[in-house]
T-cell receptor
Framework: NAGVTQTPKFRILKIGQSMTLQCTQD?????MYWYRQDPGMGLKLIYY???????DKGEVPNGYNVSRSTTEDFPLRLELAAPSQTSVYFC???????????FGSGTRLTVV | AQKVTQAQTEISVVEKEDVTLDCVYE???????LFWYKQPPSGELVFLIR??????QNEISGRYSWNFQKSTSSFNFTITASQVVDSAVYFC???????????????FGQGTILTVHP
């Protein structure tokens, strides 16, 4: 049982480049989330999804896009990377928000 | 809007000391859920405990215990007889009920860095 799998684990981007952070879960969870964690800070919600085909913005969505074509996958797209997007990105899924999340291991992204 | 405050940015203790991490929250919902997560130096987020707003019982799990008090909107976490392996960042988080438009989004505190010295 893999849980939540994020790829890549590390990535360095140049300013203006684009990339997709992959997230997949094998627990058939409807709820999925993307958070970013800046140094010394808590996690902030970027986007979330309550099921295939349904996504919505979180607290810090600017510069990002998501899609949810299947229950399993919830990729996060960065367009025109900026240094402010240097962060650790966590994907999470949940059967029910009352039971908390299962987090992926994170993607450490540096934009130079 | 919901908010979680962890007033202690960093705590440093010597092994075998007891340590309490404070968490205060704000929410307008009557149904909500509180969580503690641990983030060791390796970086992953490890779930420790969940508590719903209707259950104010304190809980003990080994060396860990949690004190939930609705009257003061607090959900504090105590480690008894701390060990070096407890060194990590600890996050308190709040989720409103899945009903309405909240969809269970977690609001995190800024975290408390705990360092346990041998």
């Amino acid at each position: 049982n893999a849980g939540v799998t994020q790829t890549p684990k590390f990535r360095i981007l140049k300013i203006g480049q684009s990339m997709t952070l992959q997230c997949t879960q094998d627990m058939n969870h409807n709820y999925m989330y993307w958070y970013r964690q800046d140094p010394g800070m808590g996690l902030k919600l970027i986007y979330y999804s309550v099921g295939a085909g349904i996504t919505d913005k979180g607290e810090v969505p600017n510069g990002y896009n998501v899609s949810r074509s299947t229950t399993e996958d919830f990729p996060l797209r960065l367009e025109l990377a900026a240094p402010s997007q240097t962060s650790v990105y966590f994907c999470a899924s949940s059967y029910s928000p009352a039971y908390g999340y299962t987090f992926g291991s994170g993607t450490r992204l540096t934009v130079v | 809007a919901q908010k979680v405050t962890q007033a202690q940015t960093e705590i440093s203790v010597v092994e075998k000391e007891d340590v309490t991490l404070d968490c205060v929250y704000e929410t307008r919902d009557t149904t909500y859920y509180l969580f503690w997560y641990k983030q060791p130096p390796s970086g992953e987020l490890v779930f420790l405990i969940r508590r719903n707003s209707f259950d104010e019982q304190n809980e003990i799990s080994g060396r860990y215990s949690w004190n939930f008090q609705k009257s003061t909107s607090s959900f504090n976490f105590t480690i008894t007889a701390s060990q070096v392996v407890d060194s990590a960042v600890y996050f308190c988080a709040l989720s409103e009920s899945a009903g309405g438009t909240s969809y269970g989004k977690l609001t995190f505190g800024q975290g408390t860095i705990l360092t346990v010295h041998p």
